[in-house]
């Protein structure tokens, strides 16, 4: 019975990325908008191809998760912003995609399940977190504070990222949205939020 369940959850989320026709995003560290035909190719799931001599390629890897806006392969539909996680990158050195590389794309849904019931939680929970602390340690404070929601959000029963976001509240200037989160931490258990 659970094989059916997992087998019908992946089969809705195949139908839901088939219907897109283009995937656009950018990046901080790049000045332009990159726009790419998705390829969904059997093996690979939903994937975009980028040239190997491609500016954005370096500035991608495995676990990044990315703002993505899907344009529909029918008229009429407004494009759809997603969050994405890159779930792998390959290089094609033989076959009709010679010379590119496919960037696999997997649509993050919603938890609605307990944190930590499997490693992809975990591993998303984590990529959050640390998300926040590259943006928190370059002074990106508003996008520090956008990560560390998204983990919350992933699971309100983990004090890390309330204890982090807290931190950001209080460098933004936002000392009652800081007490909020340092104080749910501390019930959480966080030594830190105990002992601030």
Known sequence: MRSLETNSAVSEARKREEKYYSAEFSLKELKFAYQFRIQNIESKSMCVLIQKNSDLLPCLKVGDILDIKYYANSNGHPPEEQTTII??????????????YLVSLK???????????????????????????????SGEYKEALEAYTNAVDLDPDFAPPYFNRGVVYGKLGDYQRALIDLKSAAKLGSRKAQDS
């Open 107 to 137: 649509i993050m849904e919603k938890l609605t399940r307990p944190f930590g019931k499997t490693p992809s939680d975990r591993s998303i929970m984590k990529r959050w977190l640390q998300k926040g602390r590259k943006y928190y340690d």
């Open 87 to 100: 779930s792998d990158i390959t290089k094609d050195n033989q076959g009709r995609f010679k010379g590119h």
